[in-house]
């Protein structure tokens, strides 16, 4: 049961998805005291972290993408002895196809890169796609890039399992509890008003509202360009004319991607960066349900034959170079950020809860270099490109 509402406490988290639990657990494991997180609705239960396909790759195109994986898989392999939770993972690799020029010469880069970090990548010719996979239509593709590590992990185990750590360390997790604006004088942070009209002093306030976390930010008065980038999932009913064991499979040239969920299989439908797409709409449109059934039919013909029985929306927090979000503001002491994780949030956040933790507490993040995430870069014009990801390819 919740205690009742401090007046007073030192830090602020306003967002329980599975940044805030991871920031608000590491701190805690840190040494910070009063730590409270404050959620809108219910932990891990809306927003990215809900709708999550629980991806973990070491396949990105810049190497601090990558680091945050390497850094985060540790944890990941470690959970239960860390959480008290056994989490489950399927050893599936990730398989990025292309039909591009241009997308080729990205899978071939990213594969150096990955080499030069001891990493495994293989770049494959269609002919090669075709003997290793037969069900796919390799037809009028230009090559694949395959990193046979990769895979995927339940998720909600991990944003319970932060919540309940940070919990048992003595961190307060009050549900039910919007943050209307973020409070502030003498470009300092001084609390959180919420819902009920009820203030809040801290010196701290986190912004780990995910998709919302653009307007957290604004009633700091400081800007965020991060934002909800609606994406459509299928879901077919069982279907075993397929292999049991299927790499996570992703077309990078028009954001379709594929993978097994259990007998089934989901299917990722168009999340096309306009402005149609960017809101918080939960209505699942039929135009997404066609393009979805012939993308996977032309990509894997047999597909054909397996019937969508449902669809929803997720949102991702969006952030234009699709690179997170981590840093402060130095007009607004007490201010920190974490989000704009644009598709690869599960992936990062035991890293990103942990740096995040270590700016508070230290001053500085020691587990990694993030000051190419700072949420200045986007004014000071610094952006880094990400165009590995699962959205469709600009
Ligand atoms: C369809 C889909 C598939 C994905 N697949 C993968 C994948 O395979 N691998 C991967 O690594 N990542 C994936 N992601 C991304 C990943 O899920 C997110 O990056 C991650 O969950 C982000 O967590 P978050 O805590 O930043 O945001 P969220 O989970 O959105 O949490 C933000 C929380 O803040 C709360 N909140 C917002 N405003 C307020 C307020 N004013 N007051 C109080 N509370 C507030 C919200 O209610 C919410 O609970 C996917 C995302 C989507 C949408």
Redesign the pocket.
């Known amino acids: 049961m919740n205690r009742p509402l401090p007046e007073k406490t030192d830090i602020i988290v306003?967002?329980?998805?599975?940044?805030?639990t991871s920031i608000a657990y590491h701190l805690a494991r840190m040494g910070a005291d009063r730590v409270l997180v404050?959620?809108?609705?219910f932990v891990?239960?809306?927003?990215?972290?809900?709708?999550?396909?629980?991806?973990?790759r070491t396949q990105f195109a810049t190497e601090i993408n990558v680091r945050f994986s390497l850094a985060s898989k540790t944890v990941f392999e470690n959970f239960e002895a860390e959480f008290g939770i056994k989490l489950h993972y399927t050893p599936s690799g990730y398989l990025y196809l292309t039909g591009s020029d241009r997308g080729r010469r990205i899978f071939e880069s990213t594969a150096a890169l990955l080499d030069r970090m001891g990493l495994f990548a293989e770049i494959l010719d269609p002919e090669e796609i075709a003997r290793r996979w037969p069900f796919l239509e390799t037809g009028n593709l230009t090559g694949a890039c395959w990193t046979p590590q990769d895979g995927?992990y339940s998720?909600n185990e991990v944003a319970q399992g932060f919540a309940q750590g940070a919990r048992r360390l003595g961190v307060q997790i009050h549900e039910e509890?919007?943050?209307?604006e973020v409070l502030t004088r003498n470009r300092r942070v001084t609390g959180v008003r919420t819902h009920t009209g009820r203030i809040i002093q801290s010196d701290w306030v986190v912004n780990?509202?995910?998709?919302?976390?653009g307007?957290?930010a604004a009633s700091a008065g400081v800007d965020l360009p991060v934002g909800p980038l609606r994406?459509h999932?299928f879901m077919t009913g069982p279907f075993d004319r397929l292999p049991p064991l299927l790499p996570f499979i992703l077309y990078f040239d028009s954001g379709w991607y594929m993978r097994r969920e259990g007998p089934a299989l989901l299917l990722?439908g168009p999340s096309d960066n306009t402005d149609s797409q960017r809101t918080f709409s939960e209505k699942v449109d039929f135009d997404a349900q066609e393009w979805t059934a012939e993308q996977s039919i032309q990509r894997i013909p047999v597909l054909e034959n397996a019937g969508i029985l449902r669809g929803w929306i997720?949102?991702?927090?969006l952030s234009p170079d699709r690179h997170a979000v981590i840093g402060a503001y130095p007009e607004l002491s007490g201010f920190v950020v974490?989000?704009g994780?644009?598709?690869?949030?599960?992936?990062?956040?035991p890293a990103a809860g942990r740096v995040t933790a270590e700016l508070i507490v230290s001053g500085r993040s020691e587990t990694l270099d993030i000051h190419p995430l700072r949420p200045t870069r986007f004014r000071e014009k610094d952006l880094i490109e990400e165009p590995l990801t699962?959205f469709k390819n600009r």
């Open positions: 306003v967002g329980a998805g599975l940044m805030g404050l959620e809108q609705g891990g239960a809306q927003g990215a972290t809900a709708k999550s396909l629980g991806g973990i995927y998720i509890t919007k943050v209307t780990a509202a995910g998709p919302w976390s307007l957290v994406r999932l990722a997720g949102h991702y927090a974490c989000t994780f644009s598709g690869h949030g599960f992936q990062h956040s699962s």
